[in-house]
């Protein structure tokens, strides 16, 4: 089983309407990073959470952190088709001399219908 | 100033033959990542370079897979006798230092072997 499960995998939904997207971690979570990804292109990051309880918001998107269910969700509010791509969840994971590695879940395809 | 590029962004090879694959992070970014996404999955976490050296290189699959540095900026990612298994995209990823860093992806290198 994956260390990093998001749901759903799929998502289908009408422009304008809210959605959200879950990460469930089986570790615990020192810091999580939500990026987007469009088919042929790299990751794009999104935001950084770091804390139990924090949330960030940039435009449209907001993403929470619950340290304590080992969770992440990323919310969008009145969803346009610029929306549309792989949203990625990523965990850090120690590395030697401080540094980090990305864990990631599998990926949740949206697709906004006009 | 430019992002982490990657070269070529597709390869063709056949079974057996060996690949190098070329990433160019981003100036003054002293970490640098590999890492593989398989199709319909998360990125993996290959190898971290903190400077010139392979700090971590937990995540090579096999002794096939070699990753330099030698000057502290471009990385090259070797894959000896490739086989059909290695297709992927193969992602590199550089921060400005180690720890919590975001890391900046490139476009990712579409390997695909016959």
């Known amino acids: 089983s994956q260390e990093l499960e998001q749901s759903p995998q799929s998502l289908i939904v009408q422009e304008g309407k809210n959605l959200t997207i879950n990460c469930t971690s089986s570790?615990?979570?020192?810091?999580l990073y939500w990026y987007k990804q469009k088919y042929g292109e790299g990751l794009i990051f999104l935001m950084m959470l770091q804390k139990g309880g924090e949330e960030k918001s940039h435009e449209k998107i907001t993403a929470k952190l619950d340290e304590k269910k080992q969770q992440s969700s990323l919310h969008i509010t009145a969803s346009q088709p610029s929306h549309a791509g792989i949203y990625l969840c990523?965990?850090?994971?120690?590395?030697?001399?401080?540094?980090?590695?990305?864990?990631f879940g599998q990926g949740t395809r949206l697709t906004i219908n006009p | 100033g430019a992002g982490v590029s990657q070269t070529p962004s597709n390869k063709v090879t056949e079974k057996g033959k060996y690949v190098e694959l070329r990433c160019d992070p981003i100036s003054g970014h002293t970490a640098l990542y590999w890492y593989r996404q398989s199709l319909g999955q998360g990125p993996e976490f290959l190898i971290y370079?903190?400077?010139?050296?392979?700090?971590?290189d937990s995540g090579l699959p096999n002794d096939r897979f070699f990753a330099v540095r030698p000057e502290g900026s471009v990385s090259t990612l070797k894959i000896q006798r490739t086989e059909r298994g290695d297709s992927a995209v193969y992602l590199c990823?550089?921060?400005?230092?180690?720890?919590?860093?975001?890391?900046?992806f490139g476009p990712g290198t579409r390997l695909t072997v016959l």
């Open positions: 990823a550089s921060s400005y230092g180690a720890g919590k860093n975001e890391q900046f």
């Open positions: 990523g965990a850090a994971r120690n590395l030697i001399q401080g540094a980090q590695k990305l864990v």
């Open positions: 570790k615990t979570l020192y810091g």
């Open positions: 370079f903190q400077g010139t050296g392979a700090a971590d």
